[in-house]
């Protein structure tokens, strides 16, 4: 976002040469630009910026309705009530299990699947199975979870018709009743769904690669497996880097719309992921002080998951975001 | 005829390698395909007689009274209409809001750019989390009201830096002649910048109006209760899981009392079948813009 365009720089060299000029003059030329952007900063301050001031009611006994100043203030007394609860590590280990799961799976699935992509010469086929795997990506995870349930279900669904007319299982797996699968399903939906879409970022990245290095390596007898090995994937490379550093910086943030939606009391020891945890313990039960808690705790882990992950990556690889 | 010639003369490795590109295709397109087609298959069948399985991809006794069922619900009507109507104005709010920041940030000579920028930019990475938030929109006395849906997102910095890195490409020359003849910044916006920039708001509409009908979170939080604010979304959501959860925990409870008195299969995969259509037929047409759009912001950030 550093670079500057050419275009910038002309702009830049209008600026200087009217250097000098009042603030307040230049304020009053560039009024309509203030206009139109100003209302949007205040809005984004209040939606984005303001609930950050909520993140001191960890710190109290919050009781709403009273004013800021009458609050008791506990220290880190809900931090460590936080720790002190088991259900809290356990929480902890599905949400870092689902991400990390989803984290891997979501990588090697959508690089694979681009690759294969891009090996296809035919172009109405390529573009037919692009649009057809982006179909879910626009479809909601209610959809996508009455569709998974509808799929898994022991009466009619497909894949336990399959596993039994197979003879793989004798009789149909109550797939959405076994905590131990849990994981397992919410990772192979969220693949499903986001397959296709995730790999428009490597076609695009594969496209910038320059078409002589794939002639270079037909004249010295390169295979079509060693072409992609030694050329298409090495060319991915810092668009692969950047991405798993951005999504390392969000594996505890996975959210909890698919773990909501897939979910149910049988396996709610293996789908409760941290912000579920808040949004049943701090909302459900009104402990506002302990949710918030909880929040602090998830982004705190974000941002020391980002700064590790690109500290390691600029060592190893010299390739960072920032 | 002629591919399969050319096919022929190949050396075996890459034959074979031929193959295995077109087996997962194939696998692809039928796994991501046939849950819908099946789901489509089961809402157009006699619903009793879905009860007995084995539907494929054909409705075995085709009936179109899962949807005249559905339709017939009040709940889905008001569901129908605040979905259409969020999904609206949502996006036409966000487009404007998006668009606005994008030009002002490209311009270099505007003094406010740089913290503009940041200010933006920090939004992406810091979040007060779930229970502040929810305590700001009560506090704004936002609670089961239309205006939860629109306003609380209305400035998305992914956006603003999408159509920011378009407009970016976009000679300034042009921007200048439009002075020189006397526009001033905001003529120049509606007049010069908002036409050219049309591939990355049509983007940019696509991912918002997903967004807003897809949401269902915010109904559940902040407008559960209020039957005539439902969305499409929720009731779905409502109805799906109405078979696993308890369906106390949700508050406005008559729909899903009464869906689940008759809601076997086939009516529950209808209502799945309207709430999903509409994108269906939508997404195909403006994936040229989003395959650009998605690959210049990845490329600017």
């Given at each position: 976002m550093r670079t500057m365009t050419a275009n910038q720089e002309r702009q830049m060299e209008s600026v200087s040469r009217k250097k000098g000029g009042a603030f307040w003059k230049k304020f009053f030329q560039q009024r309509y630009l203030y206009l139109m952007s100003v209302p949007f900063v205040l809005w984004a301050f209040v939606?984005?910026?303001?609930?950050?001031?909520?993140?001191?009611m960890a710190f109290q006994k919050f009781k709403p309705g009273i004013p800021f100043g009458d609050q008791k203030w506990v220290g880190l007394q809900y931090f460590r009530e936080l720790f002190a609860d088991e259900q809290f590590y356990r929480v902890l280990r599905n949400t870092l299990a689902m991400s990390t799961m989803g984290l891997v799976a979501g990588f090697v699935v959508p690089i694979v699947f681009a690759v294969v992509l891009n090996e296809v010469r035919a172009m109405p086929v390529k573009r037919f199975v692009q649009t057809v795997s982006y179909?879910?990506?626009?479809?909601?995870w209610v959809v996508v979870a009455g569709i998974v349930t509808k799929m898994l279900s022991?009466?009619?669904g497909v894949v336990n018709d399959i596993l039994v007319s197979l003879h793989i299982v004798d009789e149909p797996i109550q797939f959405m009743a076994k905590g131990g699968l849990f994981w397992y399903i919410v990772t192979a939906s969220d693949v499903w769904k986001e397959m296709g879409w995730n790999t428009i970022i490597y076609l695009a990245a594969i496209a910038g690669i320059g078409p002589e290095l794939y002639e270079a390596a037909k004249v010295d007898g390169a295979s079509r497996l060693r072409q992609i090995w030694h050329i298409t994937l090495p060319g991915i490379r810092p668009t692969i880097v950047v991405l798993l550093i951005m999504s390392i910086g969000h594996l505890v943030g996975i959210g909890f719309e698919k773990q909501f939606l897939l979910g149910n009391p049988l396996v709610s020891d293996y789908s409760q992921v941290l912000d579920l945890y808040a949004l049943n313990y701090g909302l459900g039960l009104g402990r506002f002080s302990f949710g918030t808690a909880i929040n602090i705790f998830n982004s705190v882990i974000s941002v020391f998951l980002l700064l590790v992950a690109n500290g390691i990556f600029k060592r190893t690889t010299k390739e960072s975001i920032f | 005829m002629q591919a399969i010639r050319r096919f022929a003369g190949r050396p075996w490795s890459d034959q074979l390698f031929e193959v295995v590109v077109y087996v997962i295709l194939i696998l692809v397109t039928v796994v991501t395909l046939y849950p819908f087609l099946n789901v489509l298959a089961i809402s157009l069948n006699d619903s009793t007689d879905s009860v007995r399985g084995g539907l494929?991809?054909?409705?075995?006794?085709?009936?179109f009274k899962n949807y005249e069922t559905i339709f017939a619900f009040g709940g889905l009507m008001t569901g129908l209409k605040i979905s259409v109507l969020r999904t609206v104005v949502g996006t036409l709010m966000g487009l404007v809001s998006a668009s606005m920041l994008a030009f002002t940030i490209s311009r270099?000579?505007?003094?406010?750019r740089r913290f503009i920028s940041a200010f933006l930019a920090l939004t992406m990475y810091v979040s007060g989390g779930l229970i502040p938030f929810y305590i700001l929109i009560r506090d704004l006395n936002?609670?089961?009201?239309?205006?939860v849906y629109v306003l609380p997102?209305?400035?998305s910095a992914f956006n603003v830096f999408i159509i920011r890195s378009f407009i970016d490409g976009i000679p300034f020359a042009l921007q200048e002649s439009a002075k020189l003849d006397g526009a001033n910044d905001w003529t120049i916006f509606w007049r010069v910048i908002l036409p050219l920039t049309k591939p990355a708001l049509a983007t940019i509409a696509l991912f918002l109006a997903v967004g807003q009908w897809n949401a269902w979170f915010d109904t559940y939080l902040y407008?559960?209760?209020s039957e005539k604010l439902t969305t499409l979304q929720f009731e779905l959501m409502k109805v799906l899981q109405s078979t696993t959860t308890?369906?106390?925990?949700?508050?406005?409870r008559n729909m899903t009392e009464v869906m689940r008195q008759i809601s076997p299969e086939s009516v529950k995969m209808a209502i799945t079948i309207v709430v999903t259509v509409p994108i269906l037929v939508v997404y195909p047409f403006l994936q040229k813009y989003f395959v650009k759009g998605m690959t210049l912001g990845a490329v600017k950030s």
């Amino acid at each position: 976002m550093r670079t500057m365009t050419a275009n910038q720089e002309r702009q830049m060299e209008s600026v200087s040469r009217k250097k000098g000029g009042a603030f307040w003059k230049k304020f009053f030329q560039q009024r309509y630009l203030y206009l139109m952007s100003v209302p949007f900063v205040l809005w984004a301050f209040v939606f984005s910026y303001l609930p950050l001031w909520g993140w001191t009611m960890a710190f109290q006994k919050f009781k709403p309705g009273i004013p800021f100043g009458d609050q008791k203030w506990v220290g880190l007394q809900y931090f460590r009530e936080l720790f002190a609860d088991e259900q809290f590590y356990r929480v902890l280990r599905n949400t870092l299990a689902m991400s990390t799961m989803g984290l891997v799976a979501g990588f090697v699935v959508p690089i694979v699947f681009a690759v294969v992509l891009n090996e296809v010469r035919a172009m109405p086929v390529k573009r037919f199975v692009q649009t057809v795997s982006y179909l879910p990506h626009f479809v909601s995870w209610v959809v996508v979870a009455g569709i998974v349930t509808k799929m898994l279900s022991t009466e009619g669904g497909v894949v336990n018709d399959i596993l039994v007319s197979l003879h793989i299982v004798d009789e149909p797996i109550q797939f959405m009743a076994k905590g131990g699968l849990f994981w397992y399903i919410v990772t192979a939906s969220d693949v499903w769904k986001e397959m296709g879409w995730n790999t428009i970022i490597y076609l695009a990245a594969i496209a910038g690669i320059g078409p002589e290095l794939y002639e270079a390596a037909k004249v010295d007898g390169a295979s079509r497996l060693r072409q992609i090995w030694h050329i298409t994937l090495p060319g991915i490379r810092p668009t692969i880097v950047v991405l798993l550093i951005m999504s390392i910086g969000h594996l505890v943030g996975i959210g909890f719309e698919k773990q909501f939606l897939l979910g149910n009391p049988l396996v709610s020891d293996y789908s409760q992921v941290l912000d579920l945890y808040a949004l049943n313990y701090g909302l459900g039960l009104g402990r506002f002080s302990f949710g918030t808690a909880i929040n602090i705790f998830n982004s705190v882990i974000s941002v020391f998951l980002l700064l590790v992950a690109n500290g390691i990556f600029k060592r190893t690889t010299k390739e960072s975001i920032f | 005829m002629q591919a399969i010639r050319r096919f022929a003369g190949r050396p075996w490795s890459d034959q074979l390698f031929e193959v295995v590109v077109y087996v997962i295709l194939i696998l692809v397109t039928v796994v991501t395909l046939y849950p819908f087609l099946n789901v489509l298959a089961i809402s157009l069948n006699d619903s009793t007689d879905s009860v007995r399985g084995g539907l494929t991809i054909y409705p075995r006794v085709p009936t179109f009274k899962n949807y005249e069922t559905i339709f017939a619900f009040g709940g889905l009507m008001t569901g129908l209409k605040i979905s259409v109507l969020r999904t609206v104005v949502g996006t036409l709010m966000g487009l404007v809001s998006a668009s606005m920041l994008a030009f002002t940030i490209s311009r270099a000579d505007f003094q406010g750019r740089r913290f503009i920028s940041a200010f933006l930019a920090l939004t992406m990475y810091v979040s007060g989390g779930l229970i502040p938030f929810y305590i700001l929109i009560r506090d704004l006395n936002m609670m089961n009201t239309f205006a939860v849906y629109v306003l609380p997102g209305l400035v998305s910095a992914f956006n603003v830096f999408i159509i920011r890195s378009f407009i970016d490409g976009i000679p300034f020359a042009l921007q200048e002649s439009a002075k020189l003849d006397g526009a001033n910044d905001w003529t120049i916006f509606w007049r010069v910048i908002l036409p050219l920039t049309k591939p990355a708001l049509a983007t940019i509409a696509l991912f918002l109006a997903v967004g807003q009908w897809n949401a269902w979170f915010d109904t559940y939080l902040y407008n559960g209760s209020s039957e005539k604010l439902t969305t499409l979304q929720f009731e779905l959501m409502k109805v799906l899981q109405s078979t696993t959860t308890n369906a106390d925990q949700f508050r406005g409870r008559n729909m899903t009392e009464v869906m689940r008195q008759i809601s076997p299969e086939s009516v529950k995969m209808a209502i799945t079948i309207v709430v999903t259509v509409p994108i269906l037929v939508v997404y195909p047409f403006l994936q040229k813009y989003f395959v650009k759009g998605m690959t210049l912001g990845a490329v600017k950030s």
